[in-house]
């Protein structure tokens, strides 16, 4: 699929919450993703990736689930800070699609 | 290491002018990718380069628009006759492989 000029959606979470940002992707054969986190006025900034072979990774506060069945990625971010509000998008390096991204809004 | 760098920073330009958007990629790669970011939107891919050669410009307009990585020197995105339609912000990214690296981006505004 391709990206397409939608208004982002928007989550807005308590700090200290856990959020859950989700995508979702139409080629079954995608084989790698990666979750980018960009904040106003900045270039996107790698968080994590997965390959196709695994269902599940982890980094420092961050998951990101793979369902291959659905076709579905979402990422999860552990007791939620300030200073992770930004857009986050998922993206398909190797086909150069980038989601549009989620507006995630953090409430002190 | 530096980053992926991108300059200016911010370009204005006047309807009918020229736009040269540059970028050096961090040490080491040998592949740039442009794309260019609406208000509100996501990243839609423009052009992948390596050194000397266009591998993919499928997200290019068919007009006035043209990239180039050359042997030396950083990779360049050219819009000639801007109109106000190319305002927006433009990233580099740059990888060894997989992983893309991105710049800051520069945010043209075309008057």
């Known amino acids: 699929g391709e990206s397409v000029g939608l208004h982002l959606p928007t989550l807005s979470v308590q700090e200290g919450d856990n959020s859950i940002i989700n995508c979702a992707y139409s080629n079954s054969a995608s084989d790698y993703f990666i979750w980018y986190k960009q904040e106003s006025g900045k270039g996107p900034q790698f968080i994590i990736d997965?390959?196709?072979?695994?269902d599940k990774r982890q980094g420092q506060r961050v998951t990101v689930l793979l369902n291959k069945t659905v076709k579905h990625l979402s990422l999860q971010i552990a007791a939620t800070q300030p200073g992770d509000s930004a857009v986050y998008f998922c993206a398909e390096p190797l086909k150069f699609y980038f989601g549009s991204g989620t507006k995630l809004n953090v409430k002190p | 290491n530096a980053g992926v760098m991108q300059n200016p920073r911010h370009l204005v330009r006047r309807r009918g002018q020229e736009a040269r958007l540059r970028c050096s990629p961090m040490k080491g790669h040998s592949h740039v990718y442009w794309y260019r970011q609406l208000p509100e939107e996501g990243l839609k891919f423009m052009v992948y380069l390596q050194k000397e050669n266009i591998i993919d410009e499928s997200g290019m307009p068919k007009e006035r628009f043209s990239a180039e990585f050359p042997k030396e020197g950083p990779s360049i995105l050219r819009i000639q006759q801007v109109v106000r339609g190319d305002s927006a912000a433009y990233f580099c990214a740059s990888s060894p492989t997989n992983e893309q690296f991105f710049g800051p981006g520069t945010r043209l505004t075309v008057l």
């Open positions: 997965i390959r196709s072979n695994m």
